[in-house]
């Protein structure tokens, strides 16, 4: 369609883009960035990663956690809960060793004070990172290890290991209240688990 006079053509968002569900990362690709992270000192990227995986939260309700968040004093919490922005829902979630590590660590290094952002944005007119810039980083983390990276996004990080989960206990219910889905339908639509299953079942059955 042309464009009326006096006004220019739009491109559309997604032109060029390859579009749908981001892929969660598998096992060896989460060895394989946090490995790298490591190596590279990336302090503030390793927790960044670490709590993404951990947390399966949403990049607007990730980026927005405070250091009081994920502390209790001067301790590192083992668990904490947030309310969803999208949702109106508290959520909670678990912080594993490692990546309590990491998050000291870089606390620590960053002389993060309780009220601050757990990762700041270098950027003035933001207090925190922001979502494209968490994309940007997501992005380059898949790069590095050698993965297409239109193929992942911030979602892969919130799906990565609800789908882990799902693939070793088969209980959706678990991932529902992990993910702090209201419907299990949801739940479903975002896993693609219905479809994992019908496969796997085809693939087990000869003809």
């Known amino acids: 369609m042309n464009a ?29 960035i946090r490995e790298r992270l490591q190596l590279s000192n990336r302090r503030r990227d390793l927790a960044l990663f670490n709590l993404a995986i951990d947390s399966k939260l949403r990049a607007c309700d990730l980026l927005k956690l405070r250091v009081m968040d994920v502390t209790h004093g001067s301790q590192m919490a083992t ?24 998050l000291s ?8 004070g309780s009220g601050d952002y757990l990762f700041p944005s270098r950027v003035r007119s933001s207090p925190h990172l922001t979502t494209r810039q968490y994309a940007r980083i997501v992005h380059q983390w898949v790069r590095e290890i050698g993965l297409e990276d239109t193929a992942y ?6 799906r990565t290991k609800a789908a882990l989960i799902y693939r070793r206990t088969r209980n959706l219910r678990a991932v529902q209240l992990l993910l702090g889905h209201t419907k299990i339908e949801s739940t479903v639509r975002y896993s693609g688990v219905e479809l994992d299953d019908a496969l796997e079942i085809a693939e087990q059955t000869e003809v």
Request: hydrophobic share 30%; aromatic share 6%; no cysteine.
């Open 4 to 32: 009326t006079p006096g006004t220019s053509a739009r491109t559309p968002w997604n032109k060029g883009k390859l579009t749908g569900q981001k892929a969660p990362l598998r096992l060896n690709e989460i060895y394989a």
């Open 79 to 102: 668990r904490a809960m947030v309310m969803q922005q999208k949702t109106r829902r508290p959520v909670q979630f678990e912080i594993t060793e490692q990546t309590r590590k990491s």
């Open 105 to 112: 660590d870089w606390i620590v290094s960053s002389r993060l």
């Open 153 to 158: 996004g911030t979602h892969s990080m919130r």
